[in-house]
């Protein structure tokens, strides 16, 4: 057990819907990074926070969005949904590398 | 999005074999991690790697941080059937850069007694 809390675990909704994915933290972490897994483009960074702070973004597309709350857990909420989006997505907490990642939830758009 | 080459892309091998897989990149990187990933879990770092030269081992696993900076090694001895599963290297620029942590394309190792 890493520690780390994602829920759901499976989620299918059509396409154009909007769905919101949720992680918990390690406890003592401040830091959570979201990532997306799919066949074709392996594990791709999406964003990251600290202690409710967005520090980084990466490949993520503006039709998603994410926010840390003052507990420490983070949100990332996918829009207009393709199915293209359908992938697994990870969080990880940290205190220094991501070395705790949650089990994920995996995301099919239909 | 950017990856890194891992190789080789998956390998059978017998119970009790020595595994070697490696990972390249076109780019200098810092910090060179080494995860596993097993069937509907997360990736589980393994050994982290933080100096070019540098030799770490986390029990049967040895992980080499390659001189140029570019390419990392890990090895597995003795090789068990719970070895099975996916392992991804990861290259940060800095360590405590995980925004901009790179990931492998991933050795998938299967294990038959």
């Known amino acids: 057990d890493s520690g780390v809390t994602q829920t759901p675990k499976h989620l299918i909704t059509a396409t154009g819907q909007r769905v919101t994915l949720r992680c918990s933290p390690r406890s003592g972490d401040l830091s959570v990074y979201w990532y997306q897994q799919s066949l074709d483009q392996g594990l791709q960074f999406l964003i990251h926070?600290?202690?409710?702070?967005?520090?980084a973004k990466g490949n993520i597309l503006e039709r998603f969005s994410a926010q840390q709350f003052p507990d420490l857990h983070s949100e990332l909420n996918l829009s207009s949904l393709e199915l293209g989006d359908s992938a697994l997505y990870f969080c990880a907490s940290s205190a220094r590398e991501p070395g705790a990642f949650g089990q994920g939830t995996r995301l099919t758009v239909v | 999005g950017q990856q890194l080459n891992q190789s080789p892309q998956s390998m059978f091998i017998q119970e009790g074999e020595d595994v070697s897989m490696n990972c390249t990149s076109s780019?200098?990187?810092?910090?060179w991690l080494w995860y596993k990933q097993d069937p509907g879990e997360g990736p589980v770092l393994l050994i982290a790697l933080y100096k070019a030269g540098e030799l770490t081992s986390n029990g049967r696993l040895t992980a080499q941080f390659g001189i140029t900076r570019k390419d990392s090694f890990l090895n597995i001895s003795a090789s068990i059937p719970s070895d099975v599963g996916i392992y991804f290297c990861?290259?940060?620029?800095?360590?405590?850069?995980?925004?901009?942590?790179?990931f492998g394309t991933g050795t998938r190792l299967q294990v038959t007694l």
């Open positions: 990861a290259g940060q620029p800095y360590t405590g850069t995980a925004s901009k942590l790179t």
């Open positions: 926070y600290y202690n409710g702070e967005e520090r």
């Open positions: 780019s200098i990187f810092n910090t």
